[in-house]
């Protein structure tokens, strides 16, 4: 029985020390998953992941928006990830879903209920508070992204030490890691996980 005990407990040290060495500013990016015109989805069929071909100027404009907020969140900047949030919040209820099909048009108004609630949360809290909603309202961007369609070169990219190691993707137009969980204390933390174009 003490044998059982002491290799849990060493392969949980072991686990410890590879997340902590992962994170290190000096960490190699693995080489990211290219993905072509398809993205994962945990809560949508596979025929649905397509994106459109078709691009829309107003979601283009609120992947920006997003982009914006993402770099005040890893510029530590509380007052413009809270303005940039309010303005995300403004530009995500003016969205026009009618040009997408009946069943993209019920996906995106779920989306953007749900993005609307946590960009407005983002435009009224601490920055604790925005980075926790910021996790999921990246989630929504991406499920956006999926249906929306986008002409940019996108990377998923990952930290597995935000939110005591539960972990937090987002998405970027850049390889680099900048990391809005945690700006200036770890930021290179995480890797790609894919890309989206």
């Known amino acids: 029985?003490?044998?059982?005990?002491?290799?849990?407990?060493?392969?949980?040290?072991?686990?410890?020390?590879?997340?902590?060495?992962?994170?290190?500013?000096g960490n190699k990016e693995e080489a990211p998953t290219p993905m072509s015109s398809e993205m994962h989805q945990e809560t949508m069929?596979?025929?649905?992941?397509?994106?459109?071909n078709g691009?829309?100027?107003k979601a283009e404009a609120i992947l920006h928006e997003y982009f914006n907020l993402k770099d005040a969140l890893v510029n530590d900047d509380n007052g413009?990830?809270?303005?940039?949030?309010?303005?995300?919040?403004?530009?995500?209820?003016?969205?026009?879903?009618?040009?997408?099909s009946d069943n993209e048009q019920s996906e995106l108004k779920d989306i953007i209920e749900d993005a609307t609630e946590h960009a407005e949360h983002i435009g009224e809290s601490?920055?604790?508070h925005q980075r926790e909603h910021f996790?999921?309202?990246?989630?929504?961007?991406t499920d956006m992204v999926a249906i929306t369609g986008t002409d940019k070169k996108l990377y998923e990219q990952f930290c597995p030490m935000y939110n005591k190691n539960e972990g937090g993707a987002w998405l970027s137009m850049n390889k680099e890691i900048r990391n809005p969980y945690f700006?200036?204390?770890?930021?290179?933390?995480?890797?790609?996980?894919?890309?989206?174009?």
């Open 1 to 25: 029985m003490k044998s059982v005990k002491r290799t849990m407990g060493t392969m949980a040290l072991a686990a410890i020390m590879i997340l902590t060495v992962s994170c290190k500013d």
């Open 45 to 52: 069929s596979g025929d649905e992941m397509a994106m459109n």
């Open 55 to 57: 691009q829309d100027a």
């Open 80 to 100: 413009k990830a809270k303005e940039l949030g309010n303005t995300l919040a403004k530009s995500l209820k003016a969205f026009d879903v009618s040009n997408y």
């Open 126 to 128: 601490d920055i604790k």
């Open 135 to 141: 996790k999921t309202l990246s989630k929504d961007v």
């Open 183 to 197: 700006g200036a204390q770890m930021l290179k933390c995480g890797k790609v996980q894919r890309e989206i174009n």
